[in-house]
Each structure stands twice: as structure tokens, then as C-alpha cells.
């Protein structure tokens, strides 16, 4: 029988400041059995994970295992590096008891966890949400999470359900599915996304997400504009000329290098929406420039995009009212026109396939003189 006493270990993981390690306790060395006394774990001020029982290391027996692995105040913000380019800012503490009984060889594990005040930030999409409350059931198979209210930064409310399955904390997939009236799902900047970016608040059938962490997919399910927002979807980086053509802008883009963004884990989207005028549809034609269209109206619009970030957009978008604005930097020409009604864009997969039925007038004071033929303005100079 061996003795263990180990104390004031800081322990530090990936980055993280998780606080000092005690190990305390016995090991039978014949028996291959690990008993730990309570006073085993991290703590940190009055933050703890706390482990006891007795462990079995001998994989050629049935010998029995009985311990169990208590969370006091614990730091939610310790899951972090598990998380890696799914979830971030993650906040909150948990409390709760799992129990580790069975045999060596098939570990039953049952428990259940509270979080309280709960925080994360959905790295994919720029949103940051807020967990109240959250009562989660632990075992062999699956981490359940049953009915959980979320928060956006505006305080709009969705509710999440699903559940992440696993084996023994291995091969981990998510199974997980959001549904509101009005919640914001997307929060992003340019820097953040090139493929496409803006800030929008919707109703949802569902939003879900599912896979394993290096293979995850989002699907938004009849997402609908709830409040007003606002989509931006570039064309393409400038040099700053103003000199794409207006005649083969249904090629536009084919040759054009993208800057994409490189993940070392997959991550796809497909998104379902029913556009409407609370929406407004920013088309960047050159950024340096200003070049754009914006348009509201309303359309049943598919978007996917795969690991690799090539966008394929299908639907029809039909134009309630909106603007084009271009700009000739040799002339020093700068122009907005009016979309008007009914003018459509055609989405039709790959984003330089998009077609354009466009009416659009441009509105510019003028003399009355300047309107008149030479003939109107000799009979009205005799008049």
C-alpha cells in the first residue's frame, strides 16, 4: 500500500489559470485500486472539482469502482479549451455531483449539473448569448440538457434542447436545436466573415446544430426577419478603380481570388430564409468605392456554404424599394439610382451565376430650357 500526498500544484491549462491540485490518498499497488480522499482535486479560492472513491486501474478484472466527482462554484470558463472554435467567452459557474459506479471495464456514470448565469459567444455567427439557469443530466451515453432558456444581448429570449452524445466523454457530437420568435443569430463585421456578414434578429422554426466538434453543421430552419436587419453579402474585394463592367457582371467574381477564412476543424451552414422588408439585402459591388446595391424586399432565399466557404445561394428576391450606387473614380462620377418595385435578383447556386432584372431611375435638377428641342426653344423665344 502506497501513500500519496501531493499539494499547492498550480495547474494551468492551455492558458488557463484553473488553480492549485491536491492529490490525497492510497494506492494498492497488487489490487491495482486507487482510493482518493476527499481532499483531492483543484480548487481555487472557493472554486472546486472534488474527486473520491475508489478507482480500479486493472482492466483485466470486474473489480467494482465507487466514487463520485463533486463541482462546487466551479467555473464554467474551465470547459473552454474543449471548445475551441465553436464556443468562446464562456461564463457562469456549476454545481452538482457525478457518480462513477460499475466496474472497470464498463464505467457507469450518472449525475446531474446547475449551471448558474451562464455565458457563451457562438464564434461562427458573432452572437453573444446569456444562460440564466440550466439543469443538465450526465451519463455514460449522453449529456442531456432538456428545456434551456437563452438570452441574446438584447434580451430576446429562444429556448435550447438537445444533447451532446458520447462514449466516456469520447467521440463527442452535438445534437442541439434552438427555436424563437425573436432572437438574434447573426453578429458579424467584414473582418470577421468575408463570404457574408451583418447583424440579424428573426423568428426561427429551428435553428440546429449537429456532428462531431471537427465536423459540425448549423441549419437554420424558415428563418424570417422579426425586427429590423441588415445582410451584406460581397462580391468581391477592389483595387479601388471602380472598373468592373456592367456588361459581364453575371461573370463577375469567376476569376477573382477570395480571401477565405481557414479553419482547422469543419464547419458548414445552410440557412433557409423567408426574406421581407424588415431586411434590408446589401450586394457589395466594390467596397473600396462604395459600390452597392441595397435593396428591401421580400424572397424564399437558400443559402449553403461548405467548409471551404463556397457560397451557393438559390432563390428569387423580388425588389420592394432600394438604391444602386455607382461610382467612376476616372470621371469623378458619383451616381445612386432608385430600384424600382418589382426589379428582381436571381440567385442561381454559385454567387457569379446571380442574374439581375433591374429597373432603376436616377433623379437630377434641371433647367426646363435644357429639356427643350432647338425648335421648342425658338417658338418659345418668339412667344
Do not use: C
Amino acid at each position: 500500500m502506497m501513500k500519496m500526498v501531493t499539494k499547492n500544484l498550480e495547474l494551468l491549462f492551455v492558458g488557463i489559470k484553473m488553480g492549485n491540485i491536491n492529490i490525497v490518498g492510497n494506492y494498492d499497488n497488487r489490487e491495482k485500486l486507487l482510493s482518493l480522499d476527499p481532499q483531492t482535486g483543484i480548487f481555487n479560492d472557493k472554486n472546486s472539482v472534488i474527486a473520491s472513491g475508489v478507482i480500479s486501474f486493472d482492466s483485466t478484472t470486474n473489480q467494482k469502482i465507487d466514487g463520485s466527482i463533486e463541482f462546487k462554484n466551479t467555473p464554467a470558463s474551465w470547459a473552454t479549451p474543449f471548445l475551441t472554435g465553436v464556443l468562446s467567452h464562456i461564463g457562469g459557474n456549476v454545481d452538482g455531483t457525478i457518480d462513477i459506479k460499475g466496474s472497470s471495464t464498463a464505467p457507469e456514470m450518472n449525475g446531474t449539473l446547475n449551471l448558474f448565469n451562464g455565458a457563451l459567444h457562438l464564434d461562427y455567427m458573432g452572437t453573444d448569448y446569456t444562460i440564466p439557469y440550466a439543469n443538465v443530466h450526465i451519463s455514460n451515453r449522453r449529456i442531456g440538457l432538456g428545456k434551456v432558456l437563452i438570452q441574446d444581448s438584447h434580451t430576446k429570449m429562444a429556448f435550447l434542447t438537445g444533447y451532446f452524445s458520447h462514449n466516456l466523454f469520447k467521440d463527442v457530437q452535438a445534437n442541439l436545436s434552438v427555436t424563437s420568435d425573436q432572437f438574434e443569430v447573426m453578429n458579424l463585421s467584414s473582418y470577421d466573415n468575408n463570404i457574408f456578414y451583418g447583424n440579424v434578429i428573426a423568428s426561427m422554426d429551428s435553428l440546429t446544430l449537429k456532428g462531431p466538434f471537427n465536423n459540425l453543421k448549423l441549419s437554420v430552419y424558415n428563418i424570417a426577419p422579426a425586427a429590423k436587419s441588415r445582410i451584406f453579402i460581397p462580391v468581391s474585394s477592389s483595387s479601388g478603380t471602380g472598373s468592373y463592367s456592367y456588361v459581364s457582371f453575371k461573370n463577375y467574381g469567376k476569376t477573382q481570388d477570395r480571401l477565405v477564412k481557414k479553419h482547422k476543424d469543419k464547419f458548414s451552414i445552410s440557412i433557409d430564409a423567408n426574406l421581407n422588408t424588415l431586411a434590408e439585402m446589401v450586394i457589395v459591388l466594390d467596397q473600396a468605392n462604395g459600390d452597392e446595391i441595397r435593396a428591401k424586399g421580400d424572397g424564399r432565399i437558400q443559402m449553403e456554404i461548405p467548409p471551404n466557404n463556397d457560397l451557393s445561394i438559390n432563390g428569387v428576391y423580388t425588389i420592394d424599394n432600394g438604391t444602386y450606387t455607382f461610382t467612376f473614380n476616372q470621371l469623378f462620377i458619383r451616381r445612386s439610382f432608385s430600384l424600382d418595385p418589382g426589379s428582381t435578383i436571381s440567385f442561381n447556386g454559385p454567387f457569379a451565376q446571380t442574374s439581375l432584372s433591374v429597373d432603376a431611375t436616377y433623379r437630377a435638377k434641371a433647367k426646363l430650357s435644357d429639356l427643350l428641342t432647338e425648335a421648342d426653344k425658338t417658338y418659345s423665344s418668339s412667344d
